[in-house]
């Protein structure tokens, strides 16, 4: 019996990620769960799957439900909610699947309680790898990779710890413009943003699939987890989303991982790791699939995507710059106060106008993202 605590219960990870609970009561018991404001959802999941302890993180939402709290769950509402679930001792593994530099201080915490995680918040890497790579090394320790590009670099690696990597193959949807010409994003809406061809994703994220930006937090994600060069890292579109990324060694094999989209699969390899069990996903047939396509990024119609590479190689504190820019950008625009070209003109300021801190400390990275995010809310 694995004890897990789910940071982001209720969001789409945590709620696939509690289908996989519910599918081997006898494998898995969940004793932490956090949420930012589902109430609703939250008690549901309390009330199911009885955690000693859950944290919401808005105050009317704690209000409107911890009359309703059985006895056997202590519910919470503080700011370090989230850290104090991942400081449990009860816990076994933690699933951080928190949207933002949130996910940051959990992960941190986790790490120095000696806990497995199970990564999906991509953003804790962007802005803070050094930090949690050096956590990582010092406790001789992996992460498991749950978004499903990382989880698939990672199952391509097992096995081949001796082999040099010529380069990373990250691939991505190519999102809902992918087809546009540039001047038609000019006028693209919120809603026109939100229809993912592939995924079931939340708002943010299927914004940043939409900017491309997404893939650009992953290849910065990717040089953490994997410990490359950026340089190595080759995001590539691949609209069937089926080959979830792949490795190129130097001998010339390019060794695949493929599969339905479905993020049960990589959620359950990190729970199981290294045993493989049925996870629910719907399994691939090849033969109805037919053709796969694959192609180049437009970094001019996308400028995000490069806009990260440069981020990254500016190192220090700029990449967590570019994650504050690039949220506030995103909430501006999908509030209706941006356009969607203005997202990249806004990150691309923040970057070349951030001073540079070499090597930051974990509080040198909170300061830069709250002066990014006042700077950028103000238009500047």
Known sequence: MKNIAILGSTGSIGTQALEIVRMYPEKFNVVGLAAKSNSELLLKQIIQFKPVLASIEDINAYNSIKDDIPPYTTLICQKDGMIQIAQMEQADIMLVSVVGIAGLPAVVAG???????????????????????????????IIYPVDSEHSAIFQCLQGNSNNKINNIILTASGGPFRNYKKEQLLNVTAKDALKHPTWNMGNKITIDSSTIMNKGLEVIEAKWLFDVPVEKIKPLIHPESIVHSAVEFEDGALIAQMGEPDMKLPIMYAFEYPDRIYSGAKHLDLAQKGSLTFFEPDYDKFPCLQLAFEAIKMGGNIPCALNAANEVAVDLFLNGKIGFCDIPQMIEHTIFNTDIIKNPTIDDIYETDRLVRIKVSKGG
Do not use: F, H, P, W
């Open 111 to 141: 790490l120095k309680a000696k806990k497995k995680i199970a990564l999906a918040n991509k953003e804790a890497l962007v802005t803070g790898g050094k930090i949690v790579s050096d956590l990582v090394k010092a406790n001789n320790d």
